[in-house]
């Protein structure tokens, strides 16, 4: 079946660029998610690419997919304190599951130093 | 604010009681699903709406788990006879009716069974 692996933690100093890898088994997906979660609280949706496209960039957010590895990477520019939380992977089903079933990862857990 | 709403945030219960726990999707929003997380991991999709119809259920939902959506707006999701092991956050999400469309999540109900 599909499987979502991500680090489960990354500590950065604010300031610096945060970069979180996932990678994803699913050849067939046709759209990758990078959702932000903070404690208690439910996902946000950050940004997301389609299969097709090598990078996408959105202000201080960098989507690199590289579709030969599966290895999706979303790059934070200038971390903020306000960036730390729980950044999940997730990939979409390809033919015939339409975008309902997402698989996520267990999420990257980012902490940003003062 | 016009995101997907969630009610209750917290519920406390006893084990071998039911709950109802009740989304409201973005308005023009047809499609709807629940995803369920525990723990240290990420989401895992439970059922999917398109309009009143649901389409799809995860073997995770057993029988003591139902949703509906009778009028194809509201959602509720029941658990009859809770266990501890369905304590979890209830997390649903809504998604305009186009295979592009990303899902956008509420801030989730978080079930404890004691």
């Known amino acids: 079946g599909e499987d979502v692996e991500q680090s489960l933690f990354l500590s950065v100093r604010e300031g610096d660029s945060s970069v979180i890898n996932c990678t994803y088994t699913?050849?067939?997906?046709?759209?990758l998610y990078w959702y932000k979660q903070e404690p208690g609280a439910g996902l946000q949706l950050l940004t997301y690419i389609f299969s097709n496209m090598d990078m996408k960039q959105d202000q201080r957010l960098t989507v690199l997919l590289n579709k030969k590895d599966k290895h999706l990477s979303l790059r934070i520019a200038d971390t903020q304190t306000g960036d730390s939380a729980i950044y999940f992977c997730?990939?979409?089903?390809?033919?015939?599951?339409?975008?309902?079933?997402?698989?996520f990862g267990k999420g990257t857990k980012l902490s940003v130093i003062p | 604010d016009t995101g997907v709403s969630q009610d209750p945030r917290h519920k406390i219960t006893k084990r071998g009681q039911n709950v109802t726990f009740r989304c409201d999707p973005i308005?023009?929003?047809?499609?709807l699903y629940w995803y369920r997380q525990t723990l240290g991991q990420g989401p895992e999709f439970l059922t999917y709406?398109?309009?009143?119809?649901?389409?799809?259920k995860s073997r995770l939902l057993s029988d003591r788990f139902s949703a509906e959506r009778p009028k194809g707006s509201f959602s509720t999701l029941e658990i009859q006879r809770t266990e501890q092991g369905d304590s979890a956050m209830y997390l649903c999400?809504?998604?305009?009716?186009?295979?592009?469309?990303?899902?956008?999540f509420g801030n989730g109900t978080r079930l404890t069974v004691t």
């Open positions: 308005s023009e929003h047809n499609r």
């Open positions: 709406f398109q309009n009143e119809a649901q389409l799809e």
């Open positions: 997730a990939e979409s089903g390809g033919s015939g599951a339409g975008s309902y079933q997402l698989t």
């Open positions: 699913d050849s067939s997906s046709t759209y």
């Open positions: 999400a809504s998604s305009l009716d186009r295979g592009t469309s990303p899902l956008h």
